[in-house]
């Protein structure tokens, strides 16, 4: 996706090789005209794949995902990270490892919200190892829900999550995917 691919090259910041902070447009500050555009990208994406239900996890997928909802037309679910006050009741929950932070945590959604009869698309703002999207599906299996795949708007490709999802034939359309970077270049994935 052109728009989004500029956005990272003009205010993306490399911290590190493997690190690259959006909080310009995605992470702190949200670009609302991106956004629509990335939810559109999505809902064109999956128009035909029958999606009842999008699930993210809080908080940098709720912005793409609530835009490819509307697209979509269908409500937007998030996993959240803490014990909620009031959501008790049914809770289908999954740990998640983050090598990044070196810690797990449990995520939670309520059945009431995620049904065995859901068509599922999973949306998250970035893909790296893969555990936050490992931590949706096992959600989804839990529900007994169907998967229809999975929408990330930054695929690191370098990292082994995205690669290694498809190859266990979980469809992911990442709209962007940065094969390499350094301080002063980003190389993206071309499109076939
Ligand atoms: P994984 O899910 O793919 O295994 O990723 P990992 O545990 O390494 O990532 C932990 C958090 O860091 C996630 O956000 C993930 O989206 C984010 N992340 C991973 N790589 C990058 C990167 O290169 N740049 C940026 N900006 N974020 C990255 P989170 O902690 O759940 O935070 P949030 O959703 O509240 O923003
Ligand atoms: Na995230
Ligand atoms: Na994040």
Redesign the pocket.
Known sequence: MNLLKQAITEKGKVLSDEVLKVDAFLNHQLDPELMQQIGKEFADLYKDAGITKILT?ES??IAPAIMAGLELGVPVVFARKRKSLTLVDSLLTANIHSFTKNETNEISVSNDYLQENDTVLII???LANGQ?VRGLLNIVEKANATLAGVGIVIEKGFQAGGDLLREQGVRVESLAIIDSMSENKITFREEF
Do not use: K, Q
Request: aromatic residues 14%.
């Open positions: 996890i940098s997928g998250d703002d970035f936050a």
